[in-house]
């Protein structure tokens, strides 16, 4: 059974740091691109940040750059999220998402995620 837990969530005031964790339980991560996306109430789940099972060049929500860094430590199954200079509007649930392309494509990918963990910014 494929488990992602995240865990580091938390309430933090304006201008302060986070650092979510995501470890990865019951499979072999070979080849997922692992992510964060984030959903605020009333809106929809956007993707933050992912990066490469090969350690490509991340990529970042034009609202995150500069202030987010995604990392992996693939012998441990894990993925961060390191935030900083966090502001209200980055106040959401954060999920954990492992994804892998299936034979044809992202179509059919293989996709896990986490229950997610409460990042509240707030003075």
């Known amino acids: 059974q494929v488990q992602l837990v995240e865990s580091g969530g938390g309430l933090v005031v304006p201008g302060q740091s986070l650092t979510l964790s995501c470890a990865a339980s019951?499979?072999?991560?070979?080849?997922?691109?692992m992510a964060w996306f984030r959903q605020a109430p009333g809106k929809e789940r956007e993707r933050v940040a992912t990066?490469?099972?090969?350690?490509?060049?991340?990529l970042y929500a034009d609202s995150v750059k500069g202030r987010f860094t995604i990392s992996r430590d693939n012998a441990k199954n894990s993925v961060y999220l390191q935030m900083s200079n966090l502001r209200p509007e980055d106040t959401a649930v954060y999920y954990c998402?492992?994804?892998?392309?299936?034979?044809?494509?992202?179509?059919?990918?293989?996709?896990?995620w986490g229950q997610g963990t409460q990042v509240t910014v707030s003075s």
């Open positions: 998402n492992a994804a892998r392309a299936g034979p044809t494509g992202w179509g059919d990918r293989t996709e896990y």
């Open positions: 019951g499979g072999t991560f070979t080849n997922y691109r």
């Open positions: 990066i490469s099972w090969r350690l490509g060049q991340p």
